[in-house]
């Protein structure tokens, strides 16, 4: 059994993976969760994940088909000595905070285990579906696993913990608003009904998305920053009500050096991922202010001081900065 599940980061492939396209995927090992039971200290903290645990423990149990998987016994019994999953992993990021507890509760309790990967992605996808109500089973594979991957239609292949060139950098800036997954996958299943928004998005979007990891991967740095800019906008084509309003300026600007941008996880939220070949450019550009304003007493999302223009006068406002992480 591992001693830790680490979150993860979508590299590549969100809302493209429910057409089982290609996917990319890291472990981010600054967040994790771990197995504990209670100490005096912090009693807040272990209750809360103790009831989370009981109502998935339910949800297991009225499953016919997964409730005969686990030792759901063995899982009852640890939870009422107060067992539960000490968690550093932000809600509603984008960073697995579901997936690090299904990963968690199989390598614990089920009763034989297996080495496929793609059968272990479509229980996984069963057992998260719990909390998002649909779950394509990539996020607690990858907090299981801890390990780089792509994954495609024909398989799941491991890379490399240092596939990643040194003169690619990754960021996570935090849009400082929790995302609510379940009803930005239900729009994105709803747009997918229309048959003019289905046709473009598999010939348009899913081929940019599969570009970026390949040429990532390969180490194609000119090849990729190219195809990152034609994936930012498809974002905005595609994705739009995934993209917050206090980074869409991030989203639509043209740099005069190698920067992109793009959602984590299901968007609306949480954090969104940078790419650059330059640090020193990019800390200068996320270091503008953020402009958070308010009109007529009603607080409206936060929205970037670069470039943007206000008809509304505002009764009050505060600034504040982008909170920023280089992986």
Excluded at 160 to 172: G, S, V, Y
Excluded at 194 to 200: A, H, Q, T
Aim: glycine content about 8%; some cysteine.
């Amino acid at each position: 059994m591992r001693d830790r599940y680490y979150s993860k980061i979508i590299l590549f492939g969100e809302y493209s993976m429910i057409f089982d396209a290609t996917a990319l995927m890291i472990p981010l090992k600054r967040f994790s969760a771990q197995w504990q039971f209670p100490q005096s200290r912090n009693r807040t903290a272990s209750l809360t994940s103790n009831q989370s645990l009981k109502r998935f423990c339910q949800y297991l149990s009225e499953n016919e088909e997964l409730s005969k998987l686990f030792n759901l016994q063995a899982l009852r019994r640890d939870l009422n000595d107060g067992l539960f999953l000490a968690s550093n992993v932000p809600s509603g990021y984008g960073l697995g905070s579901s997936g690090t507890l299904v990963a968690a509760v199989y390598d614990r309790y089920a009763v034989q285990k297996t080495e496929d990967y793609l059968q272990l992605k479509t229980l996984f996808g069963k057992m998260e579906s719990h909390f998002h109500g649909s779950s394509s089973g990539i996020d607690p594979l990858q907090c299981y696993l801890g390990k780089p991957f792509k994954i495609t239609p024909k398989g799941v292949e491991l890379l490399p913990d240092d596939f990643l060139k040194k003169d690619i950098h990754i960021c996570l800036i935090d849009t400082k608003i929790k995302s609510n997954t379940k009803p930005l996958v239900n729009h994105f299943k709803a747009q997918r009904e229309n048959p003019e928004f289905l046709s473009r998005f598999q010939t348009e979007y899913l081929p940019c998305v599969k570009t970026c990891i390949d040429t990532m991967i390969e180490g194609d740095n000119e090849l990729f920053f190219k195809s990152l800019r034609q994936f930012t906008k498809g974002q905005l084509q595609f994705l739009r009500p995934m993209v917050t309003d206090n980074t869409l300026d991030l989203f639509t600007t043209d740099y005069d050096f190698n920067f992109g941008i793009k959602i984590s996880g299901s968007g609306g939220g949480g954090y969104v991922l940078g790419f650059t070949d330059d640090v020193t450019k990019a800390n200068e550009l996320l270091s503008l202010s953020c402009h958070f304003e308010t009109f007529d007493g009603i607080d409206t999302l936060p929205r970037s001081s670069v470039g943007m223009t206000c008809h509304q006068k505002a009764k009050k406002s505060m600034r504040g900065e982008f909170d920023i992480i280089w992986l």
